[in-house]
């Protein structure tokens, strides 16, 4: 390995805390990880990890070599993407919401795995907050506001978000006019993961957010068990629009104050803030930036519900 591989492979050591998991994130073989670094220490005279049976952590040398580690391999990256006959190229590890990826990231893939051969990509499905640095992930999508400081990121969408319900609940409970006539309405509750609580409805009156809480016969975590429990006619839910599109044109579902809509709910790629960007993740978050902007540009059933990125918003945080 030469100087700058082991730079990368210390860097992804003190990140992950582990010779193992670096060892895998990397796919190199684990002996070959611990003579590189071996021979490391050697060289620079001095101890720059400790181990012990259950982690690896960084001496006081070995958090500053870090340190400038990270500022050298940054310096590096953004030096080689500004030569076209730079090829991105090694692991690439993306976590991503189901439906989103579904919709939006699936069925362009095939033209991101042609472009870019030398990139072998893991991608991940779920809806928790990651930890990026400790679990060795690359880069989030998420549909929710960026309210943790230790991630940056881009903003690729907002999406358009719905209050949706049955024809067979509205003929139950009636279809309200106002935000008054929700007296006496259900809710399909869905759980906030961080507390544990389940999310208001949202509607935006005059520019200013109001919130409702109603009654709730189930409450739920899963945007499809969500999606599937307006169906059932089991209360009023709030999903971006995209999800219910079929629905509404088949007349499954109908859209409920639709004067008064939801605010839009963003959608970012999100990375660690002082980590170098590879540029093998710097193209992946091009590319499915522009997988959003051109599925606004060519329309069709997921891009009804797509707003441009800039699009104003409130902070939001509910199911994709």
Do not use: K
């Not at 004067?259 to 803030?273: A, G, K, S």
């Amino acid at each position: 390995m030469d100087r700058i591989d082991v730079m990368r492979l210390f860097t992804r050591i003190v990140e992950r805390g582990s010779f193992a998991q670096a060892a895998r994130d990397l796919q190199i073989p684990r002996p070959t990880v611990t003579h590189a670094i071996q021979q490391l220490e050697a060289r620079l005279g001095t101890r720059l990890l400790e181990r012990t049976t259950r982690q690896v952590a960084p001496t006081l040398d070995g958090i500053a070599y870090f340190e400038h580690c990270i500022r050298l391999l940054a310096d590096l990256d953004e030096v080689d993407g500004a030569f076209r006959h730079a090829r991105p190229a090694g692991p690439l590890r993306v976590d991503v919401q189901g439906t989103l990826a579904r919709f939006f990231i699936m069925p362009a893939l095939p033209d991101f795995l042609a472009r870019y051969p030398d990139i072998s990509l893991r991608l991940g499905e779920g809806d928790r907050m990651v930890d990026l640095i400790q679990e060795g992930v690359d880069c989030v999508l998420r549909a929710w506001d960026l309210a943790d400081s230790s991630l940056t990121g881009r903003r690729v969408a907002s999406l358009e978000v719905v209050t949706v319900a049955s024809p067979d609940y509205l003929a139950r409970f009636g279809e309200p006019r106002t935000l008054e006539d929700l007296a006496g309405h259900r809710m399909v509750g869905y759980l906030a993961s961080a507390t544990g609580t389940a999310y208001p409805l949202e509607f935006m009156v005059d520019g200013v957010l109001r919130t409702v809480d109603l009654a709730a016969d189930l409450t739920l975590t899963g945007a499809e068990l969500y999606n599937a429990a307006a169906l059932a006619g089991l209360g009023l839910v709030q999903l971006p629009r995209y999800r219910f599109e079929r629905d509404l044109a088949e007349g499954r579902l109908r859209i409920v104050l639709p004067d008064l809509p939801p605010p839009p709910m963003p959608v970012w790629v999100l990375y660690p803030q002082n980590r170098h960007m590879p540029l093998r993740v710097r193209v992946f978050v091009d590319w499915l930036t522009d997988v959003f902007a051109r599925g606004m540009r060519d329309g069709g059933d997921a891009a009804a519900g797509l707003t441009p990125a800039s699009a104003a918003r409130l902070p939001r945080h509910a199911p994709d």
